[in-house]
């Protein structure tokens, strides 16, 4: 496709159950970014993709978060043992080395 | 480490004024900075980017950007608002010469644009 497609749009979990979040970059994109955002606030960088680099995993807020990118293109989220502070809007994007990245529309995820 | 300051949680303005978002950042080296806009219910579009050269760059529906190096400042601005900017506004920074730099984004700032 020619944006950043990500899926579910919209996911309700139970709390303690696990969830993966699934982003489809832009063909050619050597970066992928996860970012987290509350209830119109700010985004949170979670972890950053950089061609065959090492992950930058800095910004998960616990090891109950992981995320892998396979092939250099499609990238998972998982979140283990989901508890309500998780749930928040999960923004993907992607980017050529330099340039500046392009957002999907995110996935709305609500832990009750 | 990289770091990006937006002091205003939300700009209010009256349609036809100029206005101006403001931004403040911190990075270890070159910046390469960006706005973004989020449209409510929507994802973050592009709006503008600054890598090197002119301080002042266009971007997408009319707006433009001041790079002013020595106050690490990028704010965002147009002469004349529209009721349609009503969004919320991002500023965002990485360190342009490292590849391993992640985008970093500052807090957001609501503009509300009055008819």
């Known amino acids: 496709g020619a944006g950043v497609s990500q899926s579910p749009s919209n996911k309700v979990t139970e709390k303690g159950k696990d969830v993966e979040l699934r982003c489809d970059p832009i063909s050619g994109h050597t970066a992928l970014y996860w970012y987290r955002q509350s209830l119109g606030q700010g985004l949170e960088f979670l972890i950053y993709?950089?061609?065959?680099?090492?992950?930058?995993k800095s910004g998960l807020p616990s090891d109950r978060f992981s995320a892998e990118r396979t092939g250099g293109s499609v990238s998972t989220l998982t979140i283990q043992r989901t508890q309500q502070e998780d749930s928040a809007v999960y923004l993907c994007a992607s980017s050529l080395t330099d340039t500046e990245a392009f957002f999907g529309q995110g996935t709305r995820l609500t832990v009750v | 480490a990289q770091s990006v300051a937006q002091p205003e949680d939300q700009v209010n303005v009256a349609e036809g004024n100029p206005l101006t978002v403001k931004c403040t950042y911190s990075v270890s080296g070159n910046p390469y900075l960006f706005w973004y806009v989020q449209y409510p219910n929507r994802g973050l579009q592009f709006l503008l980017k600054?890598?090197?050269?002119?301080?002042l760059v266009k971007g997408s529906y009319g707006f433009e950007a001041e790079f002013n190096k020595s106050q690490t400042s990028f704010h965002l601005k147009k002469p004349s608002a529209l009721v349609s900017d009503s969004a919320l506004y991002f500023c965002a920074v990485r360190d342009l010469y490292s590849s391993a730099s992640k985008i970093i984004f500052g807090s957001g700032t609501r503009l509300s644009i009055r008819p």
């Open positions: 600054y890598i090197t050269g002119d301080n």
């Open positions: 993709f950089q061609g065959n680099s090492a992950p930058d």
